[in-house]
DNA sequence: AATAAAACAGTAATCATTACTGATTTCAAA
DNA sequence: TTTGAAATCAGTAATGATTACTGTTTTATT
């Protein structure tokens, strides 16, 4: 087990409580639950040095907003306008595997992400 | 041919000048080329109306600025973290189909994008 | 032309993120 | 254990991409 500080095994903590892509500033104030007086700026830190470790990864979704996710395997998030709901959808492999391939590409961090409407908003 | 006004024609012939990428703030640089006195909000406004209108997408590449793309089908982008280079990879077909298919979800805006090294940065 | 609606230029405000500062903690070597 | 350098921290200030606002100009319709 890696020997993280405190304040970076709270924030990893609570990433890996939720499948909900949380926000840097929602995971801030569920860290504070853990260390009432952890930073905002301790939080921001250790989630880029969990992405840099390859713990996390982080997503874009259009809201301007940075999301983090658990789940550093490759898959597919449907991002849904309405509701805003994102869902996770698990990959057999990564389609993309033969393209950058061919491209000499080393892959760090794939996004792949669908803005659209969720089935339960289109009616 | 849609009526656009001159601002918005220029924003989009911007785009549609380069296949770099481009972020707001360079677009707006070079509209200013077109019609010295436009201003950056109206570039922005315009931007997220060439978004709304299917005219144009943008991708997050993970450095804090929106860009825009003039290619609305969907296609993988290789991101480069070391010269900050991004590689447009034309794909046969979408290989998410089958994956949004199945989740009735109704897709909007396809974001594939793979940060890493790209082949003339790994040495 | 008269009118209303849309788009504009210019500027101010927002707000997620980053940078900074001085205090605290960690930890390996003595 | 002390010691001291390096890392991390809390708290706060600054940054900068984007958005909102305001009053003016353009456009489209009658």
Redesign the interface.
Known sequence: MKNFSRQREAVLSVIRSTDTHPTADWIYEEARKIIPNISLGTVYRNLTELKNSGDII?I?V?DGKEHFDRDISPH?H?S??NCGKI?D?A?LDD??KN??GK?????????????????AC?L
């Open positions: 982080s874009d259009g597919l449907l849904c306008k869902t959808v990959l389609p993309f393209y950058y491209a000499g590409f080393i892959p760090e961090n794939c996004r792949y992400v669908i803005s659209g409407i969720c089935e289109k």
